[in-house]
Nanobody
């Protein structure tokens, strides 16, 4: 099983960026994105149930971050709008068969992470 994350980069505050995560090897019930800034704990960003398409995210992320999926490509996309310097972090995608979506330990597989840097 592999999760391939991509799409990170250096952007300016207010810009948009789309991250993608493609899974190979098997399917999972839940895909999620977490992020980790230097010196901080891994933070839940958003999750999606593959079968229903239901999405979940913290209130702090709603309105700016949108998660979607492309069934045929086994890929999830994280659309990030109006980025802020505090969004700077390494973003990780995760997959698993979990009912609890916001706890990192509940996921079985992780991508290597893609770095997002937002300059002010």
């Amino acid at each position: 099983v592999q999760l391939q994350a991509s799409g990170g980069g250096l952007v300016q505050a207010g810009d948009s960026l789309t991250l993608s995560c493609t899974a190979s090897g098997r399917t999972f019930s839940t895909f999620a994105w977490f992020r980790q800034a230097p010196g901080k704990e891994r933070e839940f960003v958003a999750a999606i149930r593959w079968e229903s398409g239901s999405t979940y995210s913290p209130d702090s992320m709603k309105g700016r971050f949108t998660l979607s999926r492309a069934d045929a490509k086994n890929t999830v996309y994280l659309q990030m709008n109006n980025l802020k310097p505090e969004d700077t972090a390494v973003y990780y995608c995760a997959a698993g068969n979990t009912l609890v979506v916001n706890i990192p330990d509940r996921y079985d597989y992780w991508g290597h992470g893609t770095e997002v840097t937002v300059s002010s």
